[in-house]
C-alpha cells in the first residue's frame, strides 16, 4: 500500500472562489509519512489577509519555509532569512502597501493558518513592463501538499491579479526545487531568466519564471 499516494483531494472538495476572494474545502487529511491510518478530518478555508494577520503569516512563513529547505540550504541561512524576514514587521508592511496582495489558508476547527500566498510588484532581474505582478510567495505546510491547495491559493492570486488589470504573472523559484517547479510548469509557467537569491546571508541561483494572465 502507497501511503504517500494517499491523496486528500480524493475526497469531496468546494471550490468556491466568490468574488469577496474566500474559498473553502473539506478534505480528508492523511498524513502521508506516517504507517497506519492517520486521518482526521480538516476543512481548510482560504481568505484575503488583512492587517492583524501579521503574526500569522510570520508563523506559517517561518514554518512552511524551514520545512520546504531543512536539508536543501544551510540551516544558519535558514534562521538568519527567517528572523529577517518572516516578520510580523515584514508582514504587517506589506499588509499596509496597496499593492501587495496576501492570502492566508486556515485549518478548522481553530483557525490555524497552514498556507499562504503573497503578491506584490515584480523585483526580479528579468526585464519587466507595466501589467506585471509577482507572486513572491506561495508556501502550503508539507502535509498539505498535493491537497488542491496550492492550486485554490494560485487561482485566488490570478483572478485577483486578472480583476486589477495584470496581464503577467512572475515568480522566483530555486532551481532545486523540483516540486514547486513542477507546480508551476503545470500551471502555465516558464523560465524567463534566473536571479541570485540571498537566504540570510548565502546565495542561491533560481529560475525566473512567467505566465500570461
Ligand atoms: C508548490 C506548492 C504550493 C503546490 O501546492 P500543492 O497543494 O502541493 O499543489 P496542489 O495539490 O494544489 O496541485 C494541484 C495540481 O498542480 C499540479 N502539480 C502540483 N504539484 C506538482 C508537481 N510537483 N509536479 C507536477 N504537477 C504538479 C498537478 O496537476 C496537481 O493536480 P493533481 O494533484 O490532481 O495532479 C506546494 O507544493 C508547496 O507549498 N511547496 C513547498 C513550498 C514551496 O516550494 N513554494 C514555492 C516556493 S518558490
Same mark, same amino acid.
Given at each position: ?45 482560504? %481568505? ?6 501579521? +503574526? $500569522? *503569516? #510570520?508563523?506559517?512563513?517561518? @514554518?512552511?519555509? &524551514?520545512?520546504?529547505? !531543512? ?13 529577517? %524576514? ?6 504587517? +508592511? $506589506? *499588509? #499596509?502597501?496597496?499593492?501587495? @496582495?496576501?492570502? &492566508?489558508?486556515?485549518? !478548522? ?105
Amino acid at each position: 500500500m502507497h501511503l504517500n499516494r494517499v491523496r486528500a483531494c480524493a475526497f469531496p472538495m468546494q471550490h468556491t472562489i466568490a468574488p469577496e476572494l474566500r474559498a473553502a474545502m473539506d478534505i480528508l487529511s492523511c498524513l502521508p509519512r506516517m504507517p497506519g491510518v492517520i486521518a482526521a478530518r480538516m476543512s481548510i478555508s482560504i %481568505r484575503k489577509s488583512v492587517p492583524g494577520d501579521e +503574526a $500569522a *503569516l #510570520a508563523l506559517v512563513g517561518a @514554518a512552511t519555509f &524551514l520545512e520546504s529547505y !531543512a536539508g536543501v540550504v544551510d540551516g544558519a541561512a535558514i534562521v538568519r532569512h527567517c528572523a529577517q %524576514r518572516q516578520t510580523p514587521d515584514v508582514y504587517a +508592511a $506589506a *499588509l #499596509a502597501d496597496p499593492a501587495q @496582495a496576501l492570502w &492566508l489558508a486556515e485549518a !478548522a476547527p481553530g483557525a490555524a493558518p497552514v498556507g499562504y500566498l503573497h503578491l506584490a510588484p515584480p523585483d526580479l532581474p528579468v526585464e519587466t513592463r507595466p501589467g506585471d505582478i509577482e507572486m513572491k510567495r506561495i508556501y502550503v505546510l508539507s502535509k498539505l501538499h498535493r491537497s488542491g491547495l496550492g492550486l485554490m491559493l494560485l487561482q485566488a492570486g490570478l483572478a485577483h491579479a486578472r480583476a486589477a488589470g495584470f496581464r503577467r504573472m512572475l515568480l522566483g523559484v530555486y532551481k532545486q526545487n523540483a516540486r514547486a517547479i513542477g507546480f508551476y510548469k503545470a500551471h502555465g509557467f516558464h523560465s524567463v531568466g534566473e536571479r541570485q537569491f540571498d537566504v540570510g546571508g548565502a546565495v542561491y541561483c533560481d529560475w525566473v519564471m512567467a505566465r500570461d494572465l
